[in-house]
């Protein structure tokens, strides 16, 4: 398999993912209610599964090793978009955060930027995934030998590997930070 192979297999599920956060939107919006368990979920989904695990093989193996390669232009202008628009999810899950957090509180105005962000986030995905399917993904695999292809998919594995371990440390390491 071709290292984009798991990451493409990832796109499905995060579609999947988007499909569902789409549907809780129009639900929230219809019912003027936010559904505050759904968006930590969603939060956590994104969070550990599209940025940590999916986009960190993106950014720290992929595109790390595009770097050390001369790439044509237009394969590194649609690189440095797909950087920023890591980027920009990341900031408006922040944002999704801090909203659900205002929501909790008791902030009447929340509502309105929660549903902003999760429907910013439903436009975002598609696109920023389609843009990776259809233009970047297949066409860089030529700047890569078969065996640096094979080392990249075997760093993938090892990458997620530690990924479920890290996550947990992080919980415990908080609970003791905050006691
Ligand atoms: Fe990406
Ligand atoms: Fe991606």
Known sequence: MMPIGPMMIEHRLIERMIKVMDAKTVKMKKGRKADPAFIETAVDFIRTY????????????LFRELKKKTISQEHQKI????????????????????ANE??????????????QCLQTLVDFYPRHIEKEDKHFFIPVMKYFSKDEQDAMLKEGYEFDQGLIHEKYRHAVERGEKNG
Do not use: Q, W
């Open 50 to 61: 599209a940025d940590r695990c999916h986009h960190g093989k993106e950014e720290d193996i």
């Open 79 to 98: 690189m440095e978009e797909l950087i920023e628009e890591h980027k920009e999810g990341r900031r408006i899950t922040g944002k999704l955060v801090e």
């Open 102 to 115: 205002r929501y909790l509180a008791g902030d009447s105005k929340a509502l309105e930027d929660i549903v």
